[in-house]
Every structure is written in C-alpha cells, then in structure tokens.
C-alpha cells in the first residue's frame, strides 16, 4: 500500500487541488450522480482566482504521495466543518482518505473540537459513515440550477 505525507497547503497548490476536486468529482461520484449534476458541481470552466482564495481561506490538508502527486486534499474550520474532502481518482481505495480523516482527527484533538461535521455526497457517505459519522439531515442544494442530494454528517469526539 502507498504511503502519503499529509502537509499544510501552500499557496501554490491551488491549480492541482482544482484538478484533484474536478477528476474525483466526474470519475468517483458517477454512480451517485447524472452527468449534469457533476457538471454543475465541478464545471469545467472555473474562477482561477476564486478557487485560489477560497483555498487560501480554507487552508486544506494535503496528502502527497511519493514523488509529490497530490493525492487528496480536505480541510478542519475552526467550528469543525469539513468544507473539501477529495481524494485523486488514481489514488482511491489506497488510504488516501484514511489518512486524511486520521489527521482531521488528530488537529480536531489539538484544538479542542468536541464535535465534526460535513455536508457528505451519495458517494462519500459510505466512507463518512464508517469513520464514525452519522446522517443528520437529507439535503438538496442547488449548483447552476440543477439540484443535487446529499446528506449532513456529523460526529461527536
């Protein structure tokens, strides 16, 4: 099994994140979702500037593989929401998203964080579940006028 060094973001990542976050979405949710809903969620035309901010913002964690692929990224705000959890198609079923959520555990510890939660796609609620999280709420949100479901997961630590 591959191993993966988490990291904090830099600045520069931006532009593979966004790759990592459109390959994942149109290659591993396809079974949870028609093509344009996944089209509306991950569009292929996309504000540069805008997801680089909202990177910046976020200060997502970085699985790297070795050689240096990005192979996932998610992020722990101070409330304990998980906004971004994404995990690279070439790097699925791997541990990838193992690693992330041990890490998400181990800052939550650190801050103090009695409690996470995540707005979970169809496709990422099996994984969510299994670290310990439960449904909360059935949610539809609306991307570019298509409504996609998903389901708010949360977890007491």
Do not use: C
């Not at 593989?65 to 198609?89: E, N, R, T, W």
């Not at 496709?123 to 998903?150: C, D, I, K, S, T």
């Amino acid at each position: 099994m591959p191993t993966f060094f988490i990291r904090s973001f830099r600045p520069g990542d931006a532009p593979a994140l966004r790759s990592v976050f459109h390959a994942a979405v149109h290659h591993l949710t396809s079974s949870h979702y028609s093509a344009e809903q996944r089209a509306a969620w991950a569009p292929a035309e996309h504000d540069a500037a805008q997801w680089a901010a909202r990177m910046q913002a976020n200060q997502p964690f970085v699985a790297e593989a070795k050689g240096g692929a990005v192979a996932g990224f998610a992020d722990l705000q101070p409330s304990g929401y998980i906004d971004m959890f994404f995990v690279a198609p070439a790097f699925a079923r791997q541990g990838v998203g193992q690693a992330l959520m041990a890490h998400i555990h181990a800052e939550a510890a650190q801050r103090g964080l009695v409690r996470l939660w995540a707005n979970v796609s169809l496709a990422a609620e099996p994984f969510f579940a299994a670290q310990g999280f439960a449904v909360e709420a059935r949610q539809a949100v609306e991307r570019a006028g298509v409504v996609l479901h998903n389901a708010r997961m949360g977890k007491a630590l």
